[in-house]
């Protein structure tokens, strides 16, 4: 049944100051999961007030202590794991199995985060005068500003929350509003775990009203933003000269050479496509085959596409949901639309699957001859969409791979460490898998864009995230004076 949610400010459950509210339904099948306040200004502003009062206590408090907290918050996730996987699942329209997927890595980014700070190596510097020392250490950052798109409705919240809750940081996270739920679910572990008041306040509303508040209100001192590149630019735009972590999109170009496991690169290449219908930031949304190998490949590729069976999330069997929303559905319609009216060829899928309980399941879809002047080539087309276009010298692929400007994560496969080397080197991106989907991440992986790229910078992940979440403090210390 339908249920009216609240927000979690200074560790109460609000509702907006005004009464204003919008509605969250389940993609899959269209029925209405509750309705949700639109924060207003006065609740960004309770909400980053909070934090602030919060903050200076809590960064110096022990560090014992907030280890603690997270390992606590992590116990209660993983007790919780079934109720908040069902959340992910009905808000977002992803399978059960990726919606208990996702509940495991952020029960693990609260535990990561309290294991690895004290892995974070300071530095003793040695100074001119040898009785002198610097010693180097990494401070909490203050306040800060989580903000993050709705195919990984917790996971990407908890990228930065956990980082920031051991090494000391307090802030304000706004879920995007096709999926605020199992955001409030897990203000609720917070709660159970004993999350002293303001540390971590989590506000619900549109990012063009509510998230832009966020993002210039006074006291939020660093920006965490995970979603599209213009939407980053937009924040680039309005915050001056506050700190920002930009996570934001990429095109995942895998790139098979001729000498590669074929069976196994068309394995890697539909999961990279398919997993979370594409709705992931590395999926894998364009191929660049070599064209002696292409025949071979697409033999492969055509055998594992028809293994992916689609449904609602909780179908056993189903490797696919529905799609998260009308937004990107239409999204895919337009790419593949511009696709054929140039010239390119669909092999399968390509439309709305019929006969589902809702109008957002997309069939898995595979095209050829698609070429660099069409939207699936230059933009991210964000569904269950494999593009295939071919090159022919292994420079070509570089070009072609860097070629619109994202660079999160590419992939090659290839058997020839020699070729994947050459290749690896002149890629401009954050990430290269080698034989492994692009779409393939892990906790510990050091996550973001490449050089200059419209795939942000800064980087999730491991010791990473608790190095950009803090910030350097040198002490210079005069052994002689003591
Ligand atoms: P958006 O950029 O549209 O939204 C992301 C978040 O920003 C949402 O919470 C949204 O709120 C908010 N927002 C929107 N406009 C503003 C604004 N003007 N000021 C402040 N906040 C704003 O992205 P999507 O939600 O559509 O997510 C998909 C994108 O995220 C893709 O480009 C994908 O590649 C990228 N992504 C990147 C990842 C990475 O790690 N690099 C990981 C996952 C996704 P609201 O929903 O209320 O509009």
């Known amino acids: 049944m339908a249920k009216n949610y609240k927000m979690y400010i200074n560790g109460e459950w609000v509702d907006s100051s005004d009464g204003g509210t919008f509605e969250v339904y389940d993609p899959g099948n269209g029925e209405l999961l509750g309705t949700v306040p639109i924060a207003t200004k006065e609740d960004v502003d309770k909400a980053f007030v909070a934090a602030r009062a919060a903050q200076k206590e809590y960064a110096l408090s022990p560090l014992k202590d907030r280890m603690d907290l997270c390992y606590r918050i992590s116990e209660e996730i993983l007790k919780r794991k079934e109720e908040i996987a069902t959340m992910i699942s009905r808000e977002q329209g992803k399978t059960y199995d ?31 005068d040898g009785d002198m020392r610097m010693i180097l250490t990494y401070e909490a950052y203050g306040v800060y500003a989580s903000i993050t798109p709705w195919n990984y409705p917790i996971l990407q919240a908890s990228e930065y929350i956990g980082p920031a809750m051991v090494t000391g940081s307090c802030g304000v996270a706004k879920p995007a509003s096709p999926t605020p739920l199992s955001m409030l679910l897990l203000a609720e572990c917070m709660e159970s775990a004993g999350a002293p008041k303001g540390v971590c306040n989590i506000i619900t509303g549109p990012g063009a009203s509510v998230g832009e508040a966020m993002v210039t209100h006074p006291e939020c001192d660093l920006v965490c933003f995970t979603g599209e590149d213009k939407t980053g630019a937009r924040i680039e735009d309005i915050v001056g000269l506050k700190k920002c972590i930009m996570e934001l999109g990429g095109t995942g170009p895998s790139i098979v050479l001729d000498d590669a496991d074929m069976k196994k690169a068309a394995q890697q290449v539909a999961e990279g496509a398919f997993y979370n219908n594409g709705q992931v930031c590395c999926a894998t949304e364009r191929v660049l085959v070599q064209e002696t190998c292409k025949e071979e490949f697409m033999k492969e590729l055509m055998e594992v596409v028809k293994t992916y069976k689609f449904g609602y999330w909780n179908e056993p069997g189903i490797r696919m949901g529905s799609m998260n929303s009308e937004k990107p559905v239409q999204k895919v319609e337009a790419h593949l639309k511009d696709g054929l009216e140039k010239g390119a060829v669909i092999l399968t899928g390509g439309k709305r699957a019929e006969g589902m309980p809702s109008n957002l399941y997309f069939e898995p879809t595979v095209v050829d001859n698609v070429t660099k002047d069409m939207l699936l080539y230059r933009d991210e087309t964000f569904g269950p969409v494999i593009p295939i276009s071919t090159f022919t010298t292994d420079d070509d692929a570089i070009e072609q791979a860097n070629y619109n400007g994202f660079g999160l994560i590419m992939s090659i496969f290839s058997n020839n460490m020699k070729r994947t080397n050459y290749i690896t080197r002149r890629l401009v991106t954050g990430g290269v898998n080698v034989n492994i989907s692009s779409g393939y991440w892990e906790a510990e992986l050091p996550f973001g864009g490449g050089g200059g790229t419209k795939s942000g910078y800064g980087r999730m992940g491991g010791l990473h995230i608790l190095k950009e979440m803090t910030y350097t403090k040198c002490v210079f210390v005069d052994f002689n004076g003591c």
């Not at 029960?107 to 001119?128: C, H, K, P, V, W």
């Open 98 to 128: 990726d919606s208990l997927y996702e509940v495991g890595e952020v029960a693990l980014n609260f535990d990561m985060s309290a294991r690895n700070f004290q892995r974070l190596d300071g530095e003793i510097i040695t100074a001119y």
